[in-house]
Nanobody, 124 residues
Framework: VQLVESGGGLVQPDGSLRLSCAAS????????VGWFRQAPGKEREGVSC????????YYEDSVYGRFTISVDNAKNTVYLQMHSLKPEDTAVYYC??????????????????WGQGTQVTVSS
């Protein structure tokens, strides 16, 4: 199982970015995938997750309405589209996966496979 994130970078406040998480060694439909982030000096937090087989998505309150998680099964890739970015969104963003358990992608504490992370910096 391998996950590789890309798409991070420097963006101005209110800007947009799309993160990608390319999966290999497993089929996304059989797994729940989550996006997490860790800002300097803070604990890692779950941002969003998706269970594509069951059509279940979750968003943490601070990103609800601004971020959208999606899956392209043909490319075996998960995306996190981020709009209206704020300086407080600055962090290293990670994608993670675990086999489907039940119909949803929660809890966020049980993800087993992790990517290496991609830096997102929101600053003017």
């Amino acid at each position: 199982v391998q996950l590789v994130e890309s798409g991070g970078g420097l963006v101005q406040p209110d800007g947009s970015l799309r993160l990608s998480c390319a999966a290999s060694g497993f089929t996304l439909a059989d797994y729940a995938v989550g996006w997490f982030r860790q800002a300097p000096g803070k604990e890692r937090e779950g941002v969003s997750c998706i269970s594509s087989r069951y059509g279940f998505t979750y968003y943490e309150d601070s990103v609800y309405g601004r971020f959208t998680i999606s899956v392209d099964n043909a490319k075996n890739t998960v995306y996190l589209q981020m709009h209206s970015l704020k300086p407080e969104d600055t962090a290293v963003y990670y994608c993670a996966a675990r086999p489907n358990v039940g119909y949803n992608c929660l809890p966020l504490s049980e993800y087993q496979y992790w990517g290496q992370g991609t830096q997102v910096t929101v600053s003017s």
